[in-house]
């Protein structure tokens, strides 16, 4: 998650005393596989309807494109066949309020298991009370709301009462943050200065499972331009595309401080720890 800070996004920083990689290292030794993913990214469609100058939305155009229902239908599925209890979020880097399919799809998803936790992170452009009230009663169970502002101070006229009515509700997070914010380069997309070999361990291929559009299984959520394929969801099992070769030698890297491929042209930086040593 991140905060806003001097007009820069930082990560929020939990208990950064754990070592992600020691723990890491150790469930493989004993295991000898790596930890199933704890979310599901679901880009269920491609577009936003806003432009800011940190968003690779910005720099990078693509075709407005939507996840076929099949698709969907499918990742949903295979998630209940493994049992899954996590995170499912229903957006990359798109606004997710623009899928017209999105109360469909959250009470697919929840009536197929209640362990599943539906998410959704929007610019709250297009949200009204109502809305709201409509996607808590279809199973939603958290929003974020990320409010970009040029330097102003008012709430946005639509969030307003949205902001006084669910105040005291954790369902929903309200950030107010700035247009003028750098988030890192999106694999490459975004033009930054960086000196790659400062960058070296990513926990982001060790717990998330992406899937773009059309449900080709990618290294990371920050892989805007697509240009990573596992594997699709349609003709392979979901354990499989999690634990193939491809990602694994990522990882493998990863553990080693060595980006490859797409990672070496990431400036995300992780000085915090998600995993609990035992």
């Known amino acids: 998650m991140y905060i806003e800070k001097n007009n820069k996004a930082k990560r929020k920083q939990p208990d950064i005393s754990k070592c992600d990689k020691n723990f890491l290292n150790s469930y493989y030794e004993t295991h000898k596989e790596f930890p199933l993913f704890s979310q599901v990214l679901i880009e269920t469609r491609t577009d936003c309807n806003k432009r800011c100058a940190f ?11 939507v996840m076929k229902w099949g698709i969907y239908k499918k990742i949903i599925d295979s998630l209940v066949d493994i049992g899954f209890a996590g995170r499912i979020a229903l957006f990359l880097s798109n606004e997710p309020l623009l899928e017209t399919r999105l109360i469909k799809m959250i009470r697919y998803a929840k009536r197929k298991s209640p362990r599943f936790f539906v998410d959704i992170t929007t610019n709250g452009l297009l949200l009204d009370v109502d809305k709201v009230d409509e996607l808590f009663s279809s199973g939603l169970d958290n929003m974020n709301i990320n409010d970009y502002r040029n330097d102003s101070t008012d709430f946005k006229d639509n969030l307003v009462q949205i902001v006084e009515i669910f105040r005291n509700n954790p369902k929903i997070t309200y950030n107010a943050r700035s247009s003028k914010e750098q988030l890192p380069n999106y694999a490459g997309v975004i033009p930054q200065q960086f000196n790659s070999p400062d960058f070296g361990f990513c926990n982001f ?3 998330k499972l992406v899937f773009d559009i059309k449900g080709n299984v990618m290294v990371c959520c920050n892989d805007f331009k697509h240009t990573t394929n596992l594997g699709n969801i349609e003709n392979n099992l979901i354990l499989s595309l999690w634990y193939s070769e ?24 992780q000085n915090y720890s998600v995993y609990n040593e035992k």
């Open 205 to 207: 291929p060790f717990r």
């Open 55 to 65: 968003c690779p939305q910005s720099f990078y155009k693509r075709k407005k494109e």
């Open 246 to 269: 491809k990602m694994n030698e990522i990882r493998e890297n990863l553990l080693k401080d060595n980006r490859i491929r797409l990672c070496a042209n990431c400036n995300e930086n």
